[in-house]
DNA sequence: CACAAATAGTTGCGCGCGCAACCTTCAGGG
DNA sequence: CCCTGAAGGTTGCGCGCGCAACTATTTGTG
């Protein structure tokens, strides 16, 4: 357990935030990642384009604004799930540079079968905090995004 | 602002904690690679080997082990900071397998410069959460890593 | 209306990562 | 003693990522 004392002069990397963070979300990957890898044969970037998609169809741009991926990773990701009938993509006749990215009938089947588990799967892992652990946790949480600009949709 | 409901049955990927680990551990990642690499030009395992060197020298295993890096990580780090002449090694004469990886002089300049501003950049981050804020992040942060074994040392 | 600048998306390329295989050295039992 | 298995490290290889450059389309401006 490493509660740290703010003035530290000394560095030991286990004590140290940034590195605890990255530490952490790392294991919560992995932690995750029997469901959507192991189960359905998705990595991180495709799963989270069918949880982007999976809601409302919307354009690859707004799904790497709302990820935080580089447009790269997206395009890569849609063409991947493109080839397995998850998604498809309507030309927009407004805009012919943009296309609409939606999920195919197999996609919506995928979805509604993975976001159950994946929710439940989160909430097994927040379950080994008390309540107002939680939401102190979470309160940290949105400070720290706002702190950083991660929350703004630029 | 992201308070979310526990039992929430729809996927919003910016509501889903696992994401909003990752991208935070993004972000504050980038906060401090100005620190670390734009200004003494070493990446994230480089600066991983030093910080676990710099309080007292060791193998390469165990800084793969207490920076859970993987072993070919931490192995090319180690070449590149000896080629850098910042780290060196000696070979240990009961076990010559291993070898006692330790800073240099320069190694040591560059560590005593680079800490101090470390530590302050970690403090500028956790000053935007109020002190019962951050005693609060930081018990989730221990509970969470100790619910998933990342604190343990095998 | 033409041309410059911006936007949506794709692709070539180099690099860093992890896996598996490997080399060397050590420990321990038959 | 040998010889098997394990441990400390290193290296070959394939893959995914981000950068930069590119195409195609749209918007803005004189």
């Known amino acids: 357990m490493n509660g740290r004392p703010a003035a530290e002069q000394t560095l ?5 935030v940034p590195f605890r963070l990255n530490r952490l979300a790392t294991g919560v990957s992995q932690y995750l990642a029997a469901i959507y890898q192991a189960r359905f044969g998705l990595d991180i970037p495709q799963w989270r384009v069918m949880a982007t998609v999976g809601e409302t169809a919307c354009t690859a741009q707004h799904i790497a604004a709302s990820t935080r991926m580089h447009k790269t990773r997206v395009s890569r990701a849609i063409v991947e799930l493109e080839a397995r009938d998850l998604i498809e993509r309507a030309s927009n006749e407004r805009d012919r540079r943009e296309r609409q990215v939606r999920l195919t ?8 079968e993975l976001v159950p588990l994946a929710l439940e799967r989160e909430r097994a892992l927040l379950a080994c905090l008390a309540p107002e652990q939680l939401h102190g946790f979470l309160q940290g949480l949105d400070v720290l995004e706002n702190f950083l600009g991660l929350d703004a949709q630029p």
Do not use: D, H, I
Not at 12 to 16: D, H, I, N, R, V
């Open 12 to 16: 030991e990397l286990s004590a140290f």
């Open 105 to 112: 009938k197999a996609g919506q089947r995928l979805y509604t």
